[in-house]
């Protein structure tokens, strides 16, 4: 005959684990690792302007340039036609690098607000990428950890209408032979070297000015 105690007993070692212990674990990026991951993606005796081991066009190293006239210092422009952003400096100058941008209609001009930076992020895909390709994304539903291999490479600037997070990003990419080209799912690429010298410079306030790519400017014209 079984007592009221053997089926407390019982129950209770159906249903001791905590919820909280069976749901996924959340993605992380170890900081004590942060280091070690920017030299590993870092070229042997790096010059921003000459070093070049990804075979890039000599046109998407980092370069300063003259800006246009009456452009905020500070702020991001993306030219999508011409796959450059520039970021705009005190005194007319401005740094200019290659990226890519999203395929097809992924890709959504627009004015943001950087309301958030971070060092080898961790990455989730949207409900809409796994959806859209889930041979690509079903597998990292949960969630990816900070990382070399990680979609958001080792810089991710956050991009928001208002207090609105748009799921857009300026990111580094462990596919910089994607540069120059349209690539990915709605995000600005630059290779990950490129954006680590970026990073320290760009403010979180900052506006990012994304402007329309080339068949959209073809449909205009």
């Not at 690792?33 to 190293?61: C, E, M, V």
């Not at 989730?124 to 070399?148: C, F, S, V």
């Not at 956050?158 to 857009?168: H, K, P, Q, S, V």
């Amino acid at each position: 005959m079984l007592t009221r105690r053997h089926f407390i007993v019982s129950t209770s070692a159906l249903f001791s684990a905590p919820i909280a212990d069976m749901a996924s674990a959340a993605p992380t990026s170890n900081r004590s690792n942060w280091a070690k991951w920017d030299a590993q993606i870092t070229p042997a005796n790096y010059d921003p302007a000459t070093s070049n081991p990804w075979g890039l066009a000599p046109r998407f190293l980092p370069q300063r340039v003259e800006a246009n006239p009456g452009l905020r210092p500070g702020d991001i422009h993306v030219d999508a036609v011409a796959r450059y952003l520039y970021h705009i400096e005190n005194g007319g100058t401005a740094m200019r690098y290659g990226v890519a941008i999203a395929r097809g209609n992924l890709y959504e001009p627009g004015v943001y607000t950087i309301r958030r930076k971070a060092k080898w992020p961790t990455w989730t895909p949207t409900q809409a990428m796994i959806k859209r390709d889930p041979h690509l994304y079903e597998q990292h539903a949960d969630g990816m950890n900070g990382g070399p291999s990680n979609p958001l490479g080792s810089r991710a600037f956050y991009l928001y209408e208002g207090n609105r997070d748009t799921y857009l990003r300026i990111h580094g990419s462990p596919n910089p032979r994607s540069i120059g080209g349209r690539a990915s799912s709605g995000c600005v690429r630059m290779v990950m070297v490129h954006i680590n010298g970026l990073y320290e410079q760009v403010s979180t306030g900052s506006t990012a000015h994304l402007y329309p790519p080339e068949n959209t400017v073809t449909a205009r014209s």
